[in-house]
């Protein structure tokens, strides 16, 4: 069965740095855009990054535009973010989900697997 697993999560200051991983099982991972996806307490799931099969296209939310990196490497059937300056406002549960066939939707009803979630905690 597919699996997505990530890590990397934690408890960081303002302006910090961490880097997500996600590590993907059960399917074959260059079929699949890759994204990044977040959720408050309270609040909707909401989209953070998005990049292509071949990591030839990405696309990122406003809020975290030059902030945050995503990237893949497709040997290590593996999807990071990298997420920089970080605030507490980001503060939330990461998820990643694969989206077949897709060159990058931003709409998590797009997306056909996702994981479990990591927790980033950003104190000010």
């Known amino acids: 069965q597919v699996q997505l697993v990530e890590s990397g999560g934690g408890l960081v200051q303002a302006g910090d740095s961490l880097r997500l991983s996600c590590a993907a099982s059960?399917?074959?991972?260059?079929?699949?855009?890759m994204g990044w996806f977040r959720q408050a307490p309270g609040k909707e799931r909401d989209f953070v990054a998005v990049?292509?099969?071949?990591?030839?296209?990405?696309d990122y939310a406003d809020l975290v535009k030059g902030r945050f990196t995503i990237s893949r490497d497709n040997a290590k059937n593996t999807v990071y973010l990298q997420m920089n300056s970080l605030k507490p406002e980001d503060t939330a549960v990461y998820y990643c989900?694969?989206?077949?066939?897709?060159?990058?939707?931003?709409?998590?009803?797009?997306?056909?697997?996702w994981g479990q979630g990591t927790q980033v905690t950003v104190s000010s």
């Open positions: 989900a694969a989206d077949l066939w897709s060159s990058g939707s931003t709409s998590p009803r797009e997306f056909d697997h």
């Open positions: 990049i292509s099969w071949d990591g030839g296209n990405t």
């Open positions: 059960g399917l074959t991972f260059t079929r699949y855009a």
